[in-house]
Nanobody, 114 residues
Framework: QVQLVESGGGLVQAGGSLRLSCAAS????????MGWYRQAPGKQRELVAR???????NYANSVKGRFTISRDNAKNTVYLQMNSLKPDDTSVYYC????????WGQGTQVTVSS
């Protein structure tokens, strides 16, 4: 069982930056693939970025070169650094932990104004 708590969302102007954090508790953090997903109103939830236990990363094409996912296993935390934000990035962002099962955080709202 893993509990995930996201923080760092908010309102930012286009071109700005935000850093999301996801603190995990309840299990061995280092064995989990950690990911950030987002879901806008009326749309399906989509993968933004994920980082494997060994540190390899994957990104959605729409965020490559702008977003960076990282993890600190000593702090049981995964981060998403978001730069050059666009209005299309507006969404609720969810933290995910995957190892045999999927665990989700409650989500944090990111709003990018034009």
């Amino acid at each position: 069982q893993v509990q995930l708590v996201e923080s760092g969302g908010g309102l930012v102007q286009a071109g700005g930056s935000l850093r999301l954090s996801c603190a995990a508790s309840g299990s061995i953090f280092s064995i989990y693939t950690m990911g950030w997903y987002r879901q806008a109103p009326g749309k399906q939830r989509e993968l933004v970025a994920r980082i494997l236990p060994g540190g390899s990363t994957n990104y959605a094409n729409s965020v490559k070169g702008r977003f960076t996912i990282s993890r600190d296993n000593a702090k049981n935390t995964v981060y998403l650094q978001m730069n050059s934000l666009k209005p299309d990035d507006t969404s609720v962002y969810y933290c995910n932990a995957h190892w045999m099962y999927d665990y989700w955080g409650q989500g944090t709202q990111v709003t990018v104004s034009s």
